[in-house]
T-cell receptor
Framework: DAGVTQSPTHLIKTRGQQVTLRCSPK?????VSWYQQALGQGPQFIFQ???????QRGNFPDRFSGHQFPNYSSELNVNALLLGDSALYLC????????????FGSGTRLTVV | AQKITQTQPGMFVQEKEAVTLDCTYD???????LFWYKQPSSGEMIFLIY??????QNATEGRYSLNFQKARKSANLVISASQLGDSAMYFC?????????????FGKGTRLSVIA
């Protein structure tokens, strides 16, 4: 049973560029949440997708956007990259009826230079 | 105000001994869930243990137990019989409300180092 899969694992981009990160949820999960984890910090919630719509959003600018596909996989897009966007981006999948059920991927480590 | 506070940036423990990682939380919602995750250097957040606000007993999962003191708003993680493989970052997190999809709020974490 595959867990959460994220790609790519590492990425280096230049300031001002755009980036797309991808996530495939755990089998049986239909909700995908994205978190940003800066170095030395805990993860911060970016947004959550369910039924192909953004359902909840954290305190992140509009440069951060996303998408969910019919197969429940999701993309995170960041436009006009800043040096401060360098972080580990974690994807977590879940299902509304499961109390404990957040499964995280290994993350994408983004470096903006 | 921070919702999750982890006051120990780093902890050391001797192999085979027990260690307690501290976590306090702040919420006015009577329904909430508390989580502990382990994050090795690979980056993946590994779920360890969960405690619901209405659970009467402290949660246990193998060598992990959660010391839940509701009146003090604390949810400390106890790891018994520490192993070298326990060396990692540990995060306490909270979900407010009754929905299974409510986002998690994380603390800043504690780095645990197990010494042989």
């Amino acid at each position: 049973d595959a867990g959460v899969t994220q790609s790519p694992t590492h990425l280096i981009k230049t300031r001002g560029q755009q980036v797309t990160l991808r996530c495939s949820p755990k089998s049986g999960h239909d909700t995908v949440s994205w978190y940003q984890q800066a170095l030395g910090q805990g993860p911060q919630f970016i947004f959550q997708y369910y039924e192909e719509e953004e359902r909840q959003r954290g305190n992140f600018p509009d440069r951060f956007s996303g998408h969910q596909f019919p197969n429940y996989s999701s993309e995170l897009n960041v436009n006009a990259l800043l040096l401060g966007d360098s972080a580990l981006y974690l994807c977590a999948s879940s299902s509304p009826g499961q109390w404990e059920g957040y499964t995280f991927g290994s993350g994408t480590r983004l470096t903006v230079v | 105000a921070q919702k999750i506070t982890q006051t120990q940036p780093g902890m050391f423990v001797q192999e085979k001994e027990a260690v307690t990682l501290d976590c306090t939380y702040d919420t006015s919602d009577p329904s909430y869930g508390l989580f502990w995750y382990k994050q090795p250097s690979s980056g993946e957040m590994i779920f360890l243990i969960y405690q619901g606000s209405y659970d009467q007993q402290n949660a246990t999962e193998g060598r992990y137990s959660l010391n839940f003191q509701k009146a003090r708003k604390s949810a400390n993680l106890v790891i018994s019989a520490s192993q070298l493989g326990d060396s990692a970052m540990y995060f306490c997190a909270m979900r407010e409300g009754g929905s299974g999809n409510t986002p998690l709020v994380f603390g800043k974490g504690t780095r645990l180092s197990v010494i042989a």
